[in-house]
């Protein structure tokens, strides 16, 4: 079972940290990601992290902004969004697959459990 929270109101420029956290299950083989859903549009990939290795992966619309983590004494994972744009309004969804995704880790079919999803509003 997986539960995002940390959504908000956040101005550009500012910094947001959204957190995933795990339950029922050990983490070592599995890759945890976190992926986006703006109105009107398609979920997309956002940043994953291979569990077990610490590998992190981010989309190139995030690179260099945002920060994927992982707390292993507390099976949560973190997603620390800095400066975000107004375009990074999104429903914000973690996710779990039960493998180690080091080339389709942005296949949103890979995973296998889903958090409810927490919404992240950017204002200009």
């Known amino acids: 079972q997986l539960q995002a929270f940390g959504g908000g109101l956040v101005q550009a420029g500012g910094s947001l940290r959204l957190s995933c956290a795990a339950s029922?299950?050990?983490?070592?083989?599995?890759?945890l990601g976190w992926f986006r859903q703006a109105p009107g549009k398609d979920r997309e990939f956002v940043a994953a992290i291979i569990w077990s290795t610490s590998d992190a992966y981010y989309a190139d619309s995030v690179k260099g902004r945002f920060t994927i983590s992982g707390d292993y004494a507390k099976n949560t994972m973190y997603l620390e969004m800095n400066s975000p744009k107004p375009e990074d309004t999104a429903v914000y969804y973690c996710?779990?697959?039960?493998?180690?995704?080091?080339?389709?880790?942005?296949?949103?079919?890979?995973?296998?459990?889903w958090g409810q999803g927490t919404l992240v509003t950017v204002s200009s």
């Open positions: 029922g299950r050990a983490l070592s083989a599995y890759t």
């Open positions: 996710a779990a697959g039960s493998g180690l995704y080091y080339f389709d880790y942005a296949r949103e079919r890979r995973y296998d459990y």
